[in-house]
Nanobody, 115 residues
């Protein structure tokens, strides 16, 4: 079973930046494509950005040009650099495999963007 530990969230003003990190178990990270997801209050969890094992990235339109996903094989980690944050980016952010996330999600990291 894979394991995910997210960190780096916090409270930031609109227009600010945050960098999220996700530590993963070795076998999970090296073999599978990974992604960042988020869940806002009262809404379903949604995919935000994905990165293949080859490094190819993809973003939903809402964050394209503002967020950057990356991975570090040496550290078994995935990152999400978030710039020009908006209040609608407020959510709990999770990392997991993509396109078939494992059922054991991490605790996530809370991002709150104030207007």
């Amino acid at each position: 079973q894979g394991q995910f530990v997210e960190a780096g969230g916090g409270l930031v003003q609109a227009g600010g930046s945050l960098t999220l990190s996700c530590a993963t178990s070795t076998w999970t990270f090296r073999i599978y494509d990974m992604a960042w997801y988020r869940q806002a209050p009262g809404r379903q969890r949604e995919l935000v950005a994905s990165i293949k094992s080859t490094g190819t990235t993809n973003y939903v339109d809402l964050v394209k040009g503002r967020f950057t996903i990356s991975r570090d094989s040496a550290k078994n980690s995935v990152y999400l650099q978030m710039n020009s944050l908006k209040p609608e980016d407020t959510a709990v952010y999770y990392c997991n495999m993509n396109p078939n996330p494992l059922p054991n999600w991490g605790q996530g990291t809370q991002v709150i963007v104030s207007s």
